[in-house]
């Protein structure tokens, strides 16, 4: 059976989705930073909504903690959790990067290795995996449009225990950020 310590670690990449993320606790791109790759229209200053739908939820050949952990991620599915608005001021508008934006929809740790990290007119392709002996692997691709007044992203994780055969998790989030107008006084900034 698959202990629950590193059960944690094996899911972690799926249960990680944030809605607002802290782009200094991500890892590194693998060659391709913020400061080498190309930067994304910068965001408008002003109060944003933020809108994190779970689109899908599979497994194969779960059990225990991990079983429960699916059956409420299923439970999630369709329904919008819907954050903000925030403010987004000039200062952190300035700062905006493609590592910024991504790092709303989905946080992951330094042990990915980044194999693609690209922003083209306006459309982002991003992939990372993560292998371990111990954890697993898992893979993370994050698609999508970024502009200066939206942000729609899906982000699609997929998990495999160490063992073959013993357990895959996929998941498939849609991340989708709008400024709605300025800041009101007291609004809470955008991170």
């Known amino acids: 059976m698959f202990e629950v310590s590193r ?3 094996w899911i ?20 391709q930073t913020s400061e080498n ?22 497994a194969e050949n779960v059990e225990g903690g991990m079983a429960e952990m699916v059956k409420a991620g299923k439970a999630s599915i369709g329904k919008k959790d819907v954050g903000g608005p925030l403010c987004l001021t000039a200062e952190k508008a300035d700062t905006d990067d493609l590592t910024a934006r991504l790092s709303e929809a989905i946080r992951f740790d330094q042990e990915y290795r980044v194999l693609r990290s690209e922003w083209k007119d306006g459309n982002v392709d991003f992939r990372a995996v993560r292998e371990d002996p111990t954890d697993g692997k898992s893979e993370l691709t994050i698609t999508g449009t970024l502009t200066p007044t939206s942000t729609d992203l899906v982000v699609t994780t997929d998990a ?4 073959p055969g013993k357990g895959h ?14 800041c009101s006084p007291r609004q809470d900034p955008l991170r």
């Open 12 to 31: 972690a990449p799926v249960i990680l989705v944030t809605s607002c993320g802290n782009p200094d606790s991500q890892g590194s791109t693998s060659g």
């Open 169 to 182: 998790i996929r998941t498939l989030m849609k991340q989708e950020n709008s400024r709605v107008g300025d």
């Open 160 to 163: 495999w225990q160490p063992e």
């Open 7 to 9: 059960l944690a670690a």
């Open 37 to 58: 790759a190309p930067a994304p229209v910068k965001r408008q200053p002003g109060s944003w909504s933020i809108t994190h739908t779970t689109m899908a939820f599979d």
